[in-house]
């Protein structure tokens, strides 16, 4: 079975700075990784995706996430984080369950917060 | 775009009310879901379906039943509702491995 890790609940960076929120998963082979962010009272939405190929992905709003399968990790980076940027991020790990269906575990959830 | 839609963006039922609520997509996805999010549990998946008339148990399915009669259309059904699924209520549909999410819909039973 497959497992997702969010090791900080809680960030906090000033606007303009630098981000790294970290994710390391579980699974036995290549996974499916996700990074998902929600807005408060908001459902999410998806940022980027890796499924296989160039292990840096760039996404939406201008993150990028890299895969490092001998860290078993899929971080997502942003060079200089606006205050619109404070928000919830969910890392996912997906894994075909069966025919064209895929099974999703997700993270529990980074809090980012933007001094200004 | 993708779009998914929910009927209500908040809902206040009383315990032992049946409560239903409602999903649509329009992307023709095959593959819809339903998730519950609560503080630091995550979001933990209630049922899916993979066709029309289809479902599946997730991993909290109990006091809960879905329903899809059309494709774009997923419905989850709390027969008596009680105050422990107090909570948020996600939608989502799929293509292939990506889920595409709605607005949510936060439940409140008292």
């Known amino acids: 079975a497959q497992s997702v890790t969010q090791p900080d609940i809680h960030i906090t960076v000033s606007e303009g700075a630098s981000l790294e929120l970290r994710c390391n998963y579980s699974y036995g082979a290549t996974p499916y990784l996700f990074w998902y962010v929600q807005s408060p009272g908001q459902g999410l939405q998806l940022l980027l995706k890796y499924f296989s190929g160039d292990t840096l992905v760039q996404g939406i709003k201008g993150f990028e996430a890299e895969f490092k399968r001998s860290q078993s990790s899929f971080n997502l980076r942003k060079p200089s984080v606006h205050w619109s940027d404070a928000a919830e991020y969910f890392c996912a790990v997906g894994a075909r369950s069966g025919g064209s269906n895929y099974k999703l575990t997700f993270g529990k959830g980074t809090l980012l917060t933007v001094n200004p | 775009d993708v779009k998914v839609t929910q009927s209500s963006r908040y809902l206040v039922k009383r315990t032992g009310e049946k409560v239903f609520l409602e999903c649509v997509q329009d992307m023709d996805h095959e593959n819809m879901f339903w998730y519950r999010q609560d503080p630091g549990l995550g979001l933990r998946l209630i049922y899916f379906s993979y066709d029309v008339k289809m479902k599946e148990k997730g991993d909290i399915p109990e006091g809960y039943s879905v329903s899809r009669e059309k494709k774009e259309r997923f419905s989850l059904i709390l027969e008596s509702a009680s105050t422990n699924q107090t909570s948020m209520y996600l939608c989502?549909?799929?293509?292939?491995?990506?889920?595409?999410f709605g607005p949510g819909t936060r439940l409140t039973v008292t």
């Open positions: 989502a549909s799929s293509l292939q491995a990506s889920r595409y």
